[in-house]
């Protein structure tokens, strides 16, 4: 039986003493021993919205003798697990962020495969391999790490998408492709600039980008607080990933 629509998040501007809604991550905590297969299916959502994110990060932790072809068979299969299987047996302790539950399943999962290899090249068991010996080869990131700045990555593209097409709904679309560059980063250009571009005033372009970026803010959060547990939790994932976001523009 399919779970029931899960509410939509509360505006940004609702009352500070407000119940937390129902979000995918909450749950998949308040299910997963109640109602097992509600919870699975939350929890795929997530993993569906984050699968670019999720074969991001089984590309760049890959170790050196692993193909990229089979990093790409080893994210389409542990989709299909998180699926299939019970993923939560996995995992000893109630992970408070999505984010974090995630790469808990993304370590386990890519060391038994890379056990499976290993045992497959030598004709026979081998020696279980350790998560410090599958840290992200060439790089000084932690898998942990790598998943965060995919994670915001793709959370920033989500948020983007959906500003996009509600724009274009409301017949905004030319400006909002004229003025997507600005919303986040270091690339702002002078509202007098923009204005001559856009046939505008300088005024008049100041309040489209206010309204464009809270729009911005307002998905992005939305989109945050499907992976969290309370507000609080929210606040602090907004802090972090708003950081890798802006931090990725400026490169």
Known sequence: MRPE???PIEPLGA?????????????????RSEAPDRALE??????????????????RSRPPWIPAARAEEWAQDFLVFMQDKNPFRRI??????FRSFLVSCLKNFLRDRIDAERAAKRGGDTEHVSIAEIQVAGESESLEEVLDAEFAREI??????????????????DRYAALKSQIVGSAARPYEVLAAELGLTANHVKK????????????????????????????EEMRYLIGLIAREQCR
Not at 43 to 51: D, G
Not at 92 to 97: F, I, N, P
Not at 208 to 228: G, K, N, W
């Open 42 to 59: 939350a929890l795929h959502t997530l993993c569906i919205h984050y699968q670019r994110a999720i074969h991001a990060w089984f590309q």
């Open 15 to 31: 009352p500070a003493g407000a119940a937390f809604p129902a979000t995918l991550w909450t749950v998949v905590q308040q299910a």
């Open 208 to 235: 489209i980008m206010f309204d464009l970026r809270e729009a911005y803010y307002e998905t992005l959060r939305d989109e945050v607080a499907q992976t969290v547990p309370d507000r609080q939790t929210l606040e």
């Open 92 to 97: 000893e302790r109630r992970e408070s962020r």
């Open 156 to 173: 920033h593209e989500r948020a983007l998408a959906r500003v996009e097409s509600n724009w274009a709904q409301k017949g905004k679309a």
């Open 5 to 7: 629509p899960l509410s």
